[in-house]
């Protein structure tokens, strides 16, 4: 896992201050879905279409194939010969990761009835569970509506990593690991938050779909 690192920090030599926590946050991802967890992934703006796009890479193929088991496709099978014929062959083995960004009627009804900078957290709430992960992403690391999702998490025994520009600000206090690429300008951020979960998505697809798997 540490040349998918390297590779990365070769690419984008800025990264290499941040190396050892991008490890750090992969680590706590893999420990999460060892134990059949999942992701729950927030963002604004930019940060909230890169929680669309993790979610993308993480719930099908990123780079490695992923045929489902045999038990599962023999049970697909026995429900339809065709349908499950063909389910067998193109569904796709997932890591779970919700972007809690895309629920719209939910998120708007919430924002409407009681306050915008809840509506992350009340989603935590219903989705978290003891030994999942929230992945928060803020160019400043102080976006409210993300820090008070931070705080529902670790009361709900959920793990906390930060995606952050240079300073990491109060989300840093708040996460378990938090990723502060050198840059402070918003969208010079996000053009090196990529690459970072990228780099996870390679890591974890190794690990869980790998030929070592």
């Known amino acids: 896992m540490k040349q998918y690192i390297n590779d990365l920090t070769t690419r984008y030599p800025a990264l290499a201050s941040c190396a050892e926590d991008i490890d750090a946050a992969y680590g706590i991802m893999k420990e999460?879905?060892?134990?059949?967890?999942?992701?729950?992934?927030?963002?604004?703006?930019?940060?909230?279409?890169?929680?669309?796009?993790?979610?993308?890479?993480?719930?099908?193929?990123?780079?490695?194939?992923?045929?489902?088991?045999?038990?599962?496709?023999?049970?697909?099978?026995?429900?339809?010969?065709?349908?499950?014929?063909?389910?067998?062959?193109?569904?796709?083995?997932?890591?779970?990761?919700?972007?809690?960004?895309?629920?719209?009627?939910?998120?708007?009804?919430?924002?409407?009835?009681?306050?915008?900078?809840g509506v992350f957290a009340q989603q935590l709430l219903g989705f978290g569970r003891e030994g999942d992960v929230f992945l928060g992403i803020s160019t400043s690391g102080s976006s409210q509506n993300i820090l008070y999702a931070a705080v529902a998490a670790k009361a709900l025994k959920l793990k906390v990593i930060g995606l952050t520009g240079q300073s990491g600000g109060a989300l840093a206090e708040l996460a378990d690991v938090t990723v502060k690429v050198p840059e402070t300008e918003t969208y010079l951020v996000q053009e090196l938050h990529l690459p970072v979960y990228h780099c996870w998505c390679m890591m974890l697809e190794e690990y869980f779909f790998g030929s070592q798997a």
């Open 32 to 117: 999460c879905y060892r134990h059949d967890g999942k992701m729950l992934i927030a963002g604004n703006g930019g940060s909230a279409a890169d929680c669309e796009h993790i979610a993308g890479e993480l719930m099908k193929r990123f780079r490695k194939p992923r045929p489902i088991d045999s038990g599962l496709a023999h049970t697909l099978k026995s429900i339809d010969p065709v349908m499950g014929e063909q389910l067998a062959r193109n569904l796709e083995r997932p890591l779970m990761a919700i972007p809690l960004v895309a629920h719209e009627a939910m998120t708007t009804a919430y924002i409407n009835d009681v306050d915008g900078l």
